[in-house]
């Protein structure tokens, strides 16, 4: 595209959102850079819409002009899909200024949300009402609903209330030439066709833009207790999430697992943080929301604890008094991502096993590694409830980070991606493929699945002009 044609693009999207919403030129890093600062891209402008109508006139407009478009929320997605190429030729579409809710309906246990709502937002929005949005996640700060749905996210309330997709009922989605989609329904039975809900989440923006969503919401829990405790193993810690299965049913909203290194960087980057156990070889985090009082369901907490005890699936335990040592516990595990950032540059695995392949897992690929790496430092974490670890390694003590990912990554991708796949397992558990994970989906998905895929971007999306080179 030549400068004149750049100039007469860039005064139609003017013309279309105001000249104060078409940014261009240097300091837009906060657009251009991803999460991990991992890719850097360079944009031909960043639009920032503010309604459905404006996201379909900008789209309509980029669409003729032959222009690729990449949608943006809240720029927390962990594997480059939200982020420009370094051509400056695609266009950068932030939905934050989409950020209404537009309505709750009680009665009916839902609510609509504009894509540029910041979750935790949502979150409070429904607390108001005494009801519960339960997605929740470390970036629930920043990350918006839009990237959410587009990322399938997961988070740590998976186990009792499934994933993104599993809370939406309806989105409205502008197609990528520039159609809207009205499908805001409030159904939970619909049996009208296809789904197409489901085919724009975890779609990664590459079929089109999702504007708005209808999302679940729950009763609130009368209380919410939350627990530490230490394993000697990952054996003893699926045990104890057995035990607790049994107990607590589906008041078991939470079971997080956290090796001792990964906790020891939180320590080392984060020391204000207090630290309620002793270090133990792993650690886990369990979350009881139940019907009857706070002291009574933390009688229950306690109780299945000391069974762990009795039957030596844990070496000790400590249940939070209070909401303010709850969230102190929580906040122990969400800052694992973020002082494992502040320690540098790693190589990131989000995979998903069946829970019951996870403690062979474990000290098999822990052994390959350091055979391969020697030194190679692996922090090992995640939602053992929803069989999904984060498996990331950082380079050995005194190397520098960009040398180590250079020269290994590659190499141990590819063995801990092999071993994932020999266990029934998959590549990307709840953080999608962006631009981190396409060149492995390739060589690993299935044919029949990948043709699937390709057949459906190019019936929808023929100018490959949605957020191109991501995913597939
Ligand atoms: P972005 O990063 O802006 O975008 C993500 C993807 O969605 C991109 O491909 C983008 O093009 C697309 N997209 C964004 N908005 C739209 C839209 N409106 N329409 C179409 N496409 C769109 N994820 C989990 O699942 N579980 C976790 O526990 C978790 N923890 C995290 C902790 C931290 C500290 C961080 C930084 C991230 C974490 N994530 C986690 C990653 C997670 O995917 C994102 O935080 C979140 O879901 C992305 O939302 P976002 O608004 O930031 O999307």
Redesign the pocket.
């Known amino acids: 595209m030549n400068d004149t044609t750049n100039e007469r693009l860039m005064d139609a999207l003017r013309g279309l959102v105001g000249a104060s919403h078409v940014l261009q030129g240097v300091g837009l890093d906060a657009y251009e850079v991803?999460?991990?600062k991992r890719y850097r891209g360079r944009a031909l402008a960043v639009v920032r819409p503010g309604s459905t109508s404006e996201v379909a006139a900008v789209v309509r407009t980029c669409a003729a002009a032959g222009t690729a478009l990449?949608?943006?929320?809240?720029?927390?997605?962990?594997?480059g899909?939200?982020v420009p190429d370094d051509t400056g030729h695609q266009v950068l579409l932030s939905?934050t200024r989409m950020n209404r809710i537009r309505e709750i309906d009680a009665d009916n246990l839902a609510l609509v949300a504009e894509?540029?709502c910041v979750?935790h937002t949502v979150q409070q929005a429904a607390d108001e009402r005494g009801l519960l949005f339960p997605l929740s996640?470390?970036?629930e700060g920043?990350?918006?609903?839009?990237?959410?749905?587009?990322?399938?996210?997961?988070?740590?309330q998976v186990l009792r209330y499934g994933?993104?997709r599993e809370l939406c009922l309806g989105l409205e989605?502008v197609m990528p030439q520039g159609e809207v989609w009205h499908g805001l329904t409030g159904l939970r039975k619909n049996n009208t066709g296809y789904d197409l809900r489901d085919l724009?989440i975890g779609?990664?923006?590459?079929l089109?833009?999702?504007?708005a969503a209808t999302l679940k919401l729950f009763p609130k829990p009368a209380a919410v207790v939350t627990a530490l405790a230490s394993c000697r193993s990952v054996d003893a810690a699926v045990g104890l999430l057995n035990l607790a299965r049994a107990r607590l049913g589906a008041g078991l909203t939470g079971f997080e697992l956290m090796e001792r290194f990964a906790l020891s960087l939180v320590e080392k980057h984060f020391p204000q943080l207090p630290r309620p156990l002793p270090q133990a070889p792993w650690t886990v985090l369990l979350e009881l929301a139940g019907t009857e009082a706070e002291a009574v369901e933390r009688e229950r907490l306690a109780a299945l604890l000391e069974a762990a005890l009795e039957q030596e699936l844990i070496d000790d335990a400590v249940v939070a008094e209070s909401i303010a040592q709850s969230h102190a516990l929580w906040h122990l595990r969400?800052s694992i991502?973020?002082a494992q950032s502040e320690e540098g540059l790693n190589i990131k695995h989000d995979i998903a096993l069946p829970v019951s392949a996870i403690p062979r897992f474990v000290p098999h690929m822990a052994r390959q590694l350091q055979q391969a790496t020697p030194g190679a430092r692996i922090v090992c974490f995640g939602?053992l409830g929803d069989g999904n670890l984060h498996y990331n390694l950082q380079a050995p003590e005194g190397v520098a980070a960009a040398d180590f990912l250079a020269a290994h990554e590659t190499a141990i991708n590819a063995l801990v991606y092999d071993e994932v796949q020999r266990l029934g397992g998959s590549i990307s558990a709840?953080?999608?493929i962006?631009r981190l994970k396409r060149e492995e989906l390739a060589q690993r998905g299935a044919p029949v699945a990948l043709a699937m895929m390709k057949a459906i971007k190019a019936a929808l999306d023929p100018a490959g002009l949605m957020?191109p080179g991501?995913v597939i």
């Open positions: 991803d999460w991990r990449v949608p943006q929320g809240g720029n927390t997605g962990l594997v899909g939200s939905l894509a540029g979750l996640l470390a970036a920043s990350c918006t609903i839009g990237g959410n749905l587009a990322a399938n996210a997961g988070g740590t994933n993104a989605v724009f779609s990664e923006g590459t089109g833009v999702i504007t969400e991502p973020l939602h709840e953080h999608g962006g957020n991501r």
